[in-house]
């Protein structure tokens, strides 16, 4: 392990104050042995040059998928008092509301005779690849209540019904969205965008049910063994990207601003009750809408394929929960033993509220949130629930996805994206990508293994094991 990092457990790890000058609290970070092999020193640094932000509360934490990124590390959580602490696009990411859904069906795998042609007629109907246009033409007034209304707009114009608002992590709409502050430029990105995968890491994946850990959460969860499920992993598109863009030059002027010292100028922040922060969290909650509308619509176009290719209802396909992983929100938390507001930022990490919190829907309320982690390209995803564990320690927080450990470039040069379609086919498993390029930087070798991920985060009780989900097919952005 890297020097000066102390062990506190069998997956915990911890950065004491005076690791790095300056820190406030110390960095907490959950690993386990065999996970240590891929840490990057340089996540390591972020983490603890999140812990000398102003108002930062308790610790500076990391899930084990935990790797370098803009600012804070992929998978980091802070939270940071509402009155004297500050809100940072750094512990949001480029991708606003980047977040996973995953629907079930009542079709069998045996039911999937015509895979390839449903495969071929989603690739067709849910647009991929870097700019990619889609066929819906927004107005402005539209993108406006795109982004105030968030998966209700999309709802309400047709693609889905209300049990979808129930299953989304804040119903699908942050409130305090405020698209005033959403550049001329991020809306001429967002207009033609809407109801696209994206590139990168996003896909569209067939799943089947393989293995049940949870009984009776599977079963509130509305899951069973052998069930075939739908899986979509995307976020705000350009629009969220310029949104971020555009932010962070103000705020790298408010640091100054408001003389706040940081190691890193990728954390540019701002009092999260100055103009600059406010106006920071309005666009970041815009542009959060704007991708849950964009799930909501990707929701409808692959029922609308399902509908007509396999003869089951609109309807007999269920989002049972659609889940953020790139956020900032103002949440209260009991801390020390008080309620206290405050703003949780979520960087590649997903909220897991456990049982009987009042944001959980109804229907899932005795077992905890829904908790969606997506695995890479040809390895298992998994379904979690949210814990009581995760309220006490984390902010409710737990890890993402697997994390990387080769950087697009690196797996680009190392990996032919031909070779992977070919095993992966061998295995059962079809591949549709815009190139062979989009295959291999996405390749399961970039990746931890996301089983060892959730194997931690379930031993600590961050979050706690409910199913576990093979790919049959796969659409990568």
């Not at 393989?210 to 979509?232: H, K, L, N, P, S």
């Not at 619509?297 to 309807?315: A, E, K, P």
């Amino acid at each position: 392990m890297i020097e000066g990092v102390v062990r506190k457990g069998e997956y915990e790890w911890e950065l004491p104050v005076g690791f790095i000058p300056g820190m406030h609290v110390p960095g907490r970070f959950f690993l386990s042995d065999e996970l240590t092999k891929t840490l990057e020193e340089g996540a390591l640094q972020q983490l603890a040059h999140v812990a000398t932000m102003p108002g930062i509360i308790h610790n500076s934490l990391a899930m084990p998928d935990i790797h370098w990124g803009y600012g804070f590390p992929i998978g980091g959580v802070a939270a940071f008092e509402y009155e004297t602490g500050v809100i940072s696009p750094g512990g949001v990411g480029f991708d606003i509301n980047c977040g996973v859904r995953l629907l079930t069906t009542p079709l069998k795998p045996s039911d999937l005779a015509q895979k390839k042609e449903i495969l071929d007629n989603l690739f067709d109907a849910v647009p991929v690849g870097v700019g990619a246009r889609s066929s819906l033409r927004l107005s402005e007034k539209q993108l406006e209540k795109m982004m105030t209304d968030g998966a209700r707009f999309a709802v309400a114009e047709g693609y889905g019904n209300s049990d979808d608002i129930t299953h989304c992590e804040e119903q699908g709409r942050m409130k305090e969205a405020d698209p005033a502050h959403v550049s001329r430029k991020a809306r001429s990105r967002g207009v033609p965008q809407s109801g696209t995968l994206g590139a990168g890491n996003h896909f569209l994946e067939i799943q089947v049910v393989e293995e049940i850990y949870d009984e009776e959460a599977a079963r509130t969860f509305g899951v069973e063994q052998g069930q075939v499920c739908m899986m979509v992993h995307c976020g705000s598109r350009g629009l969220g990207h310029q949104v971020c863009t555009d932010h962070l030059q103000v705020l790298e002027h408010a640091v100054s601003k408001y003389h706040i010292q940081l190691p890193d100028k990728q954390l540019a922040c701002a009092p999260l009750t100055s103009p600059e922060g406010k106006a920071y969290f309005g666009g970041m909650a815009a542009a959060a809408n704007y991708a849950w509308a964009n799930r909501q619509i990707i929701t409808h176009q692959i029922r609308s394929v399902l509908t007509r290719m396999s003869g089951i209802g609109y309807d007999d396909i269920r989002l049972v929960y659609d889940v953020a992983h790139n956020v900032a929100k103002i949440e209260e938390h009991e801390i020390d033993g008080k309620t206290r507001k405050v703003c949780v930022h979520r960087k590649g990490a997903t909220r897991a509220f456990g049982p009987k919190c009042p944001d959980v829907p109804a229907d899932y309320t005795h077992v905890g949130q829904p908790v969606i982690i997506p695995g890479s390209m040809g390895s298992s995803s998994y379904l979690l629930k949210g814990t009581d564990v995760a309220m006490n320690r984390t902010f409710g927080s737990t890890c993402h996805g697997a994390g990387r450990v080769l950087s697009r470039s690196q797996a680009k040069k190392k990996i032919q994206g031909k070779n992977i379609r070919e095993t992966l086919g061998r295995a059962g498993i079809m591949v549709k990508a815009p190139h062979d390029g989009a295959i291999a930087e996405e390749a399961p070798d970039a990746y931890k293994s996301s089983s060892e991920v959730v194997s931690v985060v379930h031993n600590l009780g961050l979050s706690r094991l409910v199913a576990r989900l093979e790919p049959l097919g796969v659409i990568k952005g």
